[in-house]
């Protein structure tokens, strides 16, 4: 069926996605790790996600649509490394278990609840960081860095999250009630985005309007991101459907952003870590079979992960109704792995000349200093190049907010 035909049978994007959490929960939950229906579904999920990103825009508010184009793309990546890299199953609980005989694995599954396998494989899917699992991924932050064994109660965690959801729509509100600069189309030009051919035309100004863009920017999507996370958290824990133990903080703590390598791998969330790197792993390790921890494989794993995580923020911008020429975020990750590759290197270096015990040590407080300051010039450098495009654009009534309706709004009205 072609895409033509398909898009004009399709239904409105959040019941495509509805779908794809259905056929992804149903595919791991209730067939077995070597199924063919696991590659058949493929293709409909790839096509669920270009109707998606294409027509998400005419059915709601930019930033919506941006949220469901990129979720759709990421459930593409979640589906690829649980059903068809990693082959999670029911019978397993999760991968394969080695040296393990299951019988019934080359036929059809043996008869359990199918409700509880559906939950198994909805679970699965949006299990991304797979906290308290064998499988979890690196640098899920605890509780408390003093005692990483600390869990909150149940009443404690769900007020702080119920707080720090509210407090998350609140800053969104802020944030989205700002009137857009008149000038937008001119401070935010894209021919601005370069900054090292014009050094000499760069004035106080514009570096402080690229600090302070960056940081409601990285702000704005804290907000998102946490708030949701919050409101989750919350709900499942208060209602019973889940364990404070299983909701661990998304983001780590600020004072680790001394390196680009911490930044994107211990301060900012790791929901997408699994799915980027284990579809970036297995290309370089399983079709072009570069040895694992070399460091030509890392490094190629490296470039394709921040690839790929550009690849998912493109599709989002592409599903808020901007054109793949105007967006510049595919190259701003790429440009972020070009900077951990450069900054590993400066660091291998210095540890190499001032001996073994500096490896992998936490670094004294004036490189630490020094280090805070590379990763901001890095990004008030980098940054523009996904902001920009997105700050020119004269945008629809509506259009700057996540939020379905405005607190300061409501407030200021029976004023």
């Not at 649509?65 to 589906?79: D, N």
Request: glycine share 8%; proline share 7%.
């Amino acid at each position: 069926m072609s895409l033509a035909v398909f898009s004009a049978i399709a239904l409105p994007p959040p019941f495509l996605l509805l779908f794809e959490l259905i056929a992804t929960s149903v595919i791991i939950g209730l067939t077995p790790s070597n199924s063919w229906a696991r590659q058949a579904i493929l293709p409909v999920l790839l096509s669920c996600t270009y109707l998606i990103v294409q027509s998400s825009s005419q059915y709601m508010r930019p930033r919506w649509a941006s949220l469901l184009g990129g979720f759709s793309f990421t459930l593409v990546l979640q589906y690829i490394d649980l059903a068809l890299l990693s082959h999670w199953n029911y019978e397993d609980r999760g991968p394969p278990i080695q040296n393990t005989f299951r019988p019934e694995a080359a036929g059809t599954p043996s008869l359990q609840p199918l409700w509880e396998r559906f939950a198994f494989g909805w679970n699965a899917m949006w299990s991304f960081r797979h906290v308290n699992s064998p499988h979890e991924v690196k640098n899920v932050p605890p509780f408390s860095t003093n005692d990483p064994n600390y869990v909150p109660s149940k009443r404690r965690f769900v007020l702080q999250q119920s707080a720090a959801a509210l407090g998350c729509y609140i800053m969104l509100d802020l944030l989205g009630a700002r009137k857009p600069p008149a000038n937008s189309a001119e401070i935010f030009n894209p021919d601005l985005i370069p900054m090292i051919s014009r050094i000499g035309e760069v004035s106080a100004a514009e570096l402080k309007l690229r600090a302070l863009t960056i940081a409601g920017f990285g702000l704005t999507f804290y907000c998102v991101i946490q708030g949701f996370q919050s409101l989750a958290a919350g709900f499942a824990v208060g209602s019973g459907l889940s364990d404070a133990a299983n909701w661990r903080p998304a983001f780590g703590s600020l004072s680790e952003s001394y390196s680009l390598k911490n930044f994107w791998g211990k301060v900012w969330h790791q929901l997408l870590r699994r799915p980027l790197t284990s579809v970036s792993s297995s290309l370089v390790h399983g079709l072009l079979c570069i040895p694992q921890k070399s460091l030509l494989g890392g490094t190629l794993t490296l470039i394709l992960s921040f690839a790929l995580s550009g690849a998912l923020h493109t599709a989002a911008g592409v599903a808020s109704g901007m054109s793949l020429a105007e967006l510049g975020v595919f190259r701003f990750f790429c440009t972020q792995a070009l900077g951990v590759i450069i900054e590993q290197a400066a660091i291998a270096a210095v540890s190499r000349s001032r001996g073994k015990e500096l490896r992998g040590a936490k670094p004294p407080i004036p490189m630490k200093m020094l280090g805070y300051a590379w990763v901001a010039v890095f990004m008030a450098w980098s940054g523009p190049a996904w902001i920009y495009p997105q700050a020119a654009r004269a945008p629809a009534k509506g259009a700057t907010s996540f939020l379905p309706f405005s607190i300061l709004g409501l407030f200021n009205s029976h004023r």
